[in-house]
């Protein structure tokens, strides 16, 4: 309590003297989410990062989310409370690999999930986030889409568009364990809940769901349902906004093992940290930023 209380008041003062702000995705330790400026989705924290203007920015997430920062805010610092907190499903596709496929499809565009590294957005056409993934897919002049790398994704805009999708194999590791066992079980336990669902779930799981959406659009459905209880099918971090939202709601995790290792790899005192010593610093060679920054912008364009 007393180091907590230390660490923020150290905060306040670094974040005066750089000239910061502080984002945090929805799955951090709820340490990080109380002192963000912004707490978000990786949609809104993309645009965050596109508009503000600090000097420096510090991006409490995963890897790919403090690169699509600086990718966006080139002139910005921008600082990651850790190196190691990566993405598994962005490890699971590369350029190379991508860039396989569209020679083997070449009338079709490419959709990149947010998730994926520097690399990677730059041999994409446009990016996209679980927010806008049905969108961006709809708003492309081409019958066919790659898609990488999250399959369920995937499978899941699928649904809501008449082009083929063309699905790399990647899934989120966490989202990907939840299984419609766990969720009957659940539904059987709190049968007046409702259940919400990311489209990181697998389709079976994503079928069983009163709703699916992005971290935000989850949020802002428990917010607004007229039910005082739910089963959360994504990362636990969410539960710290859904409480705040709606102290008087019941919310339960539909698995103990929703919880994202990496997102937590973080913590306020690397958070500190990072800004006392200004490391470690994002760094993406031009030659790629500028070509990943056309697929994100052309995201952020997408009404
Ligand atoms: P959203 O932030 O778009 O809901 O994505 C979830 C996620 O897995 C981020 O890593
Ligand atoms: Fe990656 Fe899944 Fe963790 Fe998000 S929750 S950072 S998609 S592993």
Not at 53 to 73: N, P, Q, R, T, Y
Not at 200 to 211: G, I, L, Q, S, T
Not at 232 to 237: A, L, M, N, R, S
Request: hydrophobic share 40%; aromatic share 8%; net charge neutral.
């Amino acid at each position: 309590e007393e180091q907590n209380r230390e660490l923020k008041e150290r905060l306040m003062q670094l974040k005066k003297e750089r000239n910061a702000i502080i984002l945090a995705h929805y799955y951090q330790r709820d340490e990080i989410q109380e002192v963000a400026d912004f707490r978000g989705d990786s949609f809104l924290l993309a645009q965050k990062a596109a508009q503000t203007d600090a000097d420096v920015i510090v991006f409490c997430g995963v890897h790919f989310m403090g690169e699509s920062a600086k990718i966006l805010a080139p002139d910005k610092t921008v600082l990651i409370p850790d190196e190691r907190a990566g993405c598994p499903m962005a490890d699971m596709v590369n350029a190379e690999g991508l860039l396989d496929l569209k020679r083997k499809h070449p009338k079709a565009k490419v959709v990149t999930y947010i998730n994926s590294s520097a690399e990677v957005k730059a041999v994409t056409d446009i990016c996209c986030t679980s927010s806008n993934a049905v969108k961006v897919v709809n708003s492309l002049d081409a019958d066919e889409i790659i898609f990488a790398p999250d399959k369920n994704l995937g499978r899941y805009v699928q649904q809501f568009t008449d082009k083929k999708m063309i699905l790399w194999e990647g899934y989120c590791n966490t989202h990907d364990l939840l299984t419609l066992k766990d969720v009957e079980e659940m539904k059987a336990k709190y049968p007046n809940a409702q259940f919400v669902a990311h489209p990181e779930c697998r389709p079976e799981v994503a079928a069983a769901a009163d709703f699916v959406g992005s971290t935000t659009a989850i949020l802002k459905y428990c917010r607004e349902t007229d039910c005082d209880e739910f089963i959360i099918g994504t990362e636990d971090g969410t539960g710290y906004q859904l409480r705040k939202d709606s102290p008087h709601k019941k919310f339960y995790f539909a698995s103990k093992y929703l919880v994202c290792p990496n997102m937590k790899v973080n913590n306020l005192k690397k958070v500190v940290r990072a800004l006392e010593t200004m490391q470690p610093q994002i760094y993406v060679p031009p030659v790629i930023a500028d070509k990943a920054r056309q697929a994100l912008e052309r995201m952020l364009q997408v009404q």
